[in-house]
């Protein structure tokens, strides 16, 4: 039987290029619908993401926020990040979290409320869904967006 075999060399141009090809693709926050982890952003995409996503941000009346990440501690980093950038946004009891392993953390604004639980086979990013008082408006969920996109 035959195996195929490819040195390092190979595989670096091959990860090289595809980070390249999934950068040029991610030009609006819908893009990243499609990836199951935070893609790698250049600095111009994450500034117009940004700018996207504080339009939605601004308008909903509340947000949730669902956090992917290989630790509890990486994941209350990135959530105090989205709370450092926006003061409005403000969660208690961060210090009495904990899980083991991959996490998935699920915050809520409204109600000041954050969860973490373990969780295997997640991505990693942060996903922001932005939430209305009134039913004829839909939320929307935008992301993942890297780690620290927020900061």
């Not at 390092?8 to 040029?24: R, S």
């Not at 109600?111 to 086979?121: A, C, L, Q």
Request: with cysteine; net charge negative.
């Amino acid at each position: 039987m035959y195996q195929p075999r490819c040195g390092l060399g190979m595989v670096e141009h091959l990860v090289k290029n595809f980070i390249d090809i999934k950068l040029m693709e991610i030009n609006k926050l819908i893009d990243l619908n499609n990836f199951r982890t935070a893609p790698q952003l250049s600095n111009r995409q994450g500034k117009k993401l940004l700018e996207e996503l504080e339009v939605n941000i601004f308008n909903a009346d509340w947000i949730t926020i669902g956090i992917m990440a290989t630790s509890d501690n990486k994941a209350i980093e990135a959530l105090q990040s989205i709370s450092n950038k926006y003061p409005s946004i403000k969660f208690g009891n961060l210090g009495s979290l904990h899980a083991d392993g991959d996490v998935f953390l699920k915050a809520n604004q409204k109600t000041s409320n954050v969860f973490v639980r373990s969780e295997n086979g997640l991505g990693e990013g942060i996903l922001i869904t932005c939430q209305y008082d009134e039913g004829a408006k839909e939320s929307n969920t935008f992301g993942p967006l890297p780690l620290d996109f927020f900061t």
